[in-house]
T-cell receptor, first 115, second 112 residues
């Protein structure tokens, strides 16, 4: 079945540091890939997405590239801010399995950014 | 603006009671999902629906049920609440398979 593996957390960085959060996936077909972010006390919201190999999703300074050869979708940001402190989830939706498809999430990783 | 709302936001109930969590979306999405979020487990799928009268079990469906009588609503029922069901519950909807999902604000349920 489909699965998403994220690096272990939590992660603590100083403001303006470079961020990488690793995500790899297993899917039987042709998944769309997503990064969701959850700010304290809130629901999840979409951060960025990519729907096919070599696509790059980007939003709010975050980027992730769909790498089919390494089955990865790592999240990066060049300079984090305190306001980026949140929980980040990698997810996939496998479009090829029709009615049996659904969103599958990784376990999430908590990012804390110090001033 | 279209939205997805959950109610209540917080609920405390006793072991053995039946509890229903509401989820209402105005996106007119066919797909709706219920997840629970627990530390160390991320989000786990409880039940999902691809349209009216359609319901499917997710990976942690035991002790939960859903019904889909219209497009807008997917209530989640805990038949007999257990302490292991203390969690934060999220409802989500999406337009079609493979597209992004929109999430509600969550319901924090405590079973005592």
């Amino acid at each position: 079945g489909d699965s998403v593996t994220q690096m272990e957390g939590p992660v603590t960085l100083s403001e303006e540091a470079f961020l990488t959060i690793n995500c790899t996936y297993t899917a039987t077909g042709y998944p769309s890939l997503f990064w969701y972010v959850q700010y304290p006390g809130e629901g999840l919201q979409l951060l960025l997405k990519a729907t096919k190999a070599d696509d790059k999703g980007s939003n709010k300074g975050f980027e992730a590239t769909y790498r089919k050869e390494t089955t990865s979708f790592h999240l990066e940001k060049g300079s984090v801010q305190v306001s980026d402190s949140a929980v980040y989830f990698c997810a996939l939706s496998d479009r090829s399995t029709g009615a049996n498809s659904k969103l599958t999430f990784g376990k999430g990783i908590t990012l804390s950014v110090r001033p | 603006d279209a939205e997805i709302t959950q109610s209540p936001r917080h609920k405390i109930t006793e072991t053995g009671r039946q509890v229903t969590l509401a989820c209402h979306q105005t996106w007119n999405h066919n797909n709706m999902f219920w997840y629970r979020q627990d530390l160390g487990h991320g989000l786990r799928l409880i039940h999902y629906s691809y349209g009216v009268q359609d319901t499917n079990k997710g990976e942690v469906s035991d002790g939960y049920s859903v019904s889909r009588s219209n497009t807008e609503d997917l209530p989640l029922t805990l038949e007999s609440a257990a302490s292991s069901q203390t969690s934060v519950y999220f409802c989500a909807s999406s337009e079609r398979v493979g597209t992004e999902a929109f999430f509600g604000q969550g319901t924090r349920l405590t079973v005592v």
